[in-house]
């Protein structure tokens, strides 16, 4: 836009936010509040942006880049702010905006602007009791008198739905006379940036309105509890996103920005997804799992209630119910973990199977290797860490414990409840089992004398 100038007011402290952190640098879940700002106006492609700091200058300005700075000492109201930039505007118009608004969408800006007046703002319908300032309409004619801070309402007026969403386009030279003429004569006694819109009804100058049904996008962040609202919409919007892509959300679940969903895929309830997480196509998460920093690739189903980290699971493996994949691990194609099995710097290759109670820590699982229920990898001995090695194809019986450092070659298999201790080689038998005692009708005889 050749002619705009961009004023962002980003100069207060935020005091009811009650932190030391200047507040647009408070963090959403997507960067700084003024981040957003500024993505936004960027989009306009502006002739010029300029930032208004004041209330930790040094870290505002270091956080930001690509835009003028001007300087408020004192911190004197929205009005003051807009005077402080009006020294730097080189521009017939200018588009002012708050620094704690984040949610505003560059087309709807683009909107505004292309039919704005000499002076015009947008107004939000709200179905709700906020700190925004109220339009106040001329009860007939409808025409725009004023905007009213709530603070300065009388009753009556404070129940006016038609709020002041707080962007603004103004010509510069109307703008530089407005603001020279307002004074700091309110219940804030601050100079208000509001004020130029009576002052421009009373020079005549026609006020237009942008007026939008309450959406979220003019939600300001004065607040805690606001700043958790924003979160919410950003999270709305993401999984929005991933929704016009083709994937599927069962119910509320969470998914961190930095997180990727491949189309097809179907998320149940109540998940979460973090760090750097990325999901391929067509893979399944039910409901109650918690996925982070892990890379699961197509056709990947997590059963019910998983907690995975660090992990990367490939192809077509399903992992759950109820399984933990702490880090390191590392699931081939079409492997398959069951129910209560954890695993640590486990790498089982592709088919292996560990279906039910079982701890796999520091070791590898050959092809097609079956790892029968309530297998234990004895990976430490009190002192050090210990690594396992299980080659392709063997069986391992259930119950078994498998003392580290030890090798179970190729094809072998070991008998259920057994110790080892010592390598197993190739296609050999291992068993550390007691010999069965099978005394035959000693039960009955031991049932007879104690019910006498
Ligand atoms: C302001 C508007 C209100 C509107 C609401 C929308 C005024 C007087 N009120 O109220 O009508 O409904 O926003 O969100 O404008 N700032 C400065 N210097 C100052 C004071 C503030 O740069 O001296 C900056 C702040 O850093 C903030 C922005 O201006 O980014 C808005 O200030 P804030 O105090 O939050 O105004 P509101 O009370 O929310
Ligand atoms: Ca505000």
Not at 325 to 351: Q, S, Y
Request: net charge neutral; glycine share 10%.
């Amino acid at each position: 836009m050749s002619d705009l100038s961009v004023v962002i007011l980003a100069a207060g402290k935020g005091t009811r936010m009650g932190g030391e952190v200047p507040k647009v640098l408070v963090e959403t879940d997507e960067g700084t509040l003024i981040s957003h700002v500024l993505k936004t106006v960027k989009a306009l492609n502006p002739k010029e942006i300029i930032v208004v700091t004041g209330y930790g200058r040094e870290k505002v300005e270091a956080s930001i880049s690509g835009v003028k700075f001007a300087y408020q000492k004192e911190q004197l109201g929205t009005g003051h702010a807009a005077m402080v930039a009006l020294e730097k505007v080189e521009n017939k118009k200018v588009l002012i905006l708050y620094g704690d608004v984040p949610l505003i969408k560059p087309e709807t800006l683009q909107c505004f602007i292309s039919g704005a007046k000499c002076l015009s703002f947008i107004s939000e319908i709200v179905s709700r009791d906020t700190s925004y300032g109220r339009v106040i309409r001329d009860s007939i004619s409808g025409k725009v008198l004023g905007i009213k801070e709530r603070k300065d309402c009388s009753s009556s007026e404070a129940l006016i739905n038609e709020v002041n969403s707080g962007v603004y386009v103004v010509d510069t030279e109307i703008l530089r006379k407005a603001l020279s003429s307002i004074t700091p004569k309110n219940a804030q006694g601050e100079y208000y940036l509001t004020d130029i819109v009576s002052y421009a009804v009373d020079s005549e100058i026609e006020v237009g309105t942008f007026t939008q049904y309450e959406n979220g996008e003019f939600f300001g962040v004065n607040t805690l509890d606001e700043l958790a609202e924003v979160n919410k919409i950003l999270l709305e919007r993401r999984i929005k996103r991933f929704e016009r892509e083709g994937v599927v959300f069962r119910g509320a679940s969470y998914v961190a920005p930095t997180v990727s969903i491949g189309k097809g895929s179907v998320v149940g309830a109540s998940v979460e997804l973090l760090g750097t997480t990325s999901l391929g196509e067509g893979v399944v998460v039910e409901s109650g799992s918690l996925i982070k920093d892990s890379k699961l690739h197509d056709n990947v189903t997590v059963k019910l209630s998983c907690r995975i980290e660090e992990s990367e699971i490939k192809r077509g493996a399903s992992v759950g119910p109820f399984a933990n994949l702490r880090a390191g691990t590392l699931l081939e194609e079409d492997v398959k973990i069951g129910n209560f099995v954890e695993t640590k710097k486990a790498h089982l290759k592709k088919g292996a199977k560990a279906s039910h109670l079982t701890y796999l820590g520091d070791c590898e699982v050959g092809v097609e290797a079956n790892i029968g229920a309530g297998t234990i990898t004895c990976n430490y001995d009190g002192f050090k860490k210990h690594k396992t090695v299980i080659e392709d194809g063997a069986f391992i019986g259930s119950n078994t414990s498998l003392v580290a450092p030890v090798k179970i070659g190729k094809g072998a298999i070991i008998g259920a409840g057994s110790a080892i201790t010592k390598d197993v080689p190739q296609d050999s038998l291992s068993l550390t089992r007691a010999e069965q005692k099978v005394v035959p009708g000693w039960a009955k005889k031991f049932r007879e004398k104690v019910n006498g």
